[in-house]
């Protein structure tokens, strides 16, 4: 299963139609996907929604922190 969505903290397979990108420059496909449903983001905004508050919370260090592990 290809995990394309992070969703309330989890890494989720999207459920929608087939999606890929192309290297114009070489012609080939550089990802293949599944898009996600509506429901799926439906969920992805209350989700974002309930973490804002904790979010708005915290400093600008520990949320670097954070975005520095997703990147890894």
């Known amino acids: 299963m290809l995990h ?3 969703i309330n903290g ?3 397979a999207g459920e929608g139609h087939e999606l890929s ?3 114009p420059a ?3 496909s550089i990802w ?3 898009s996600a449903t509506s429901a799926q983001i ?3 905004i ?3 929604r309930n973490a804002l508050p904790q979010w708005s919370m ?3 260090e520990a949320r670097l922190t954070i975005i520095k592990a997703y990147g890894e």
């Open 58 to 60: 915290m400093s600008v």
């Open 32 to 34: 293949q996907g599944k």
């Open 42 to 44: 439906d969920a992805a």
């Open 4 to 6: 394309t969505h992070f």
């Open 21 to 23: 990108s192309i290297d």
């Open 10 to 12: 989890e890494w989720v």
């Open 26 to 28: 070489k012609n080939v």
């Open 46 to 48: 209350n989700a974002a």
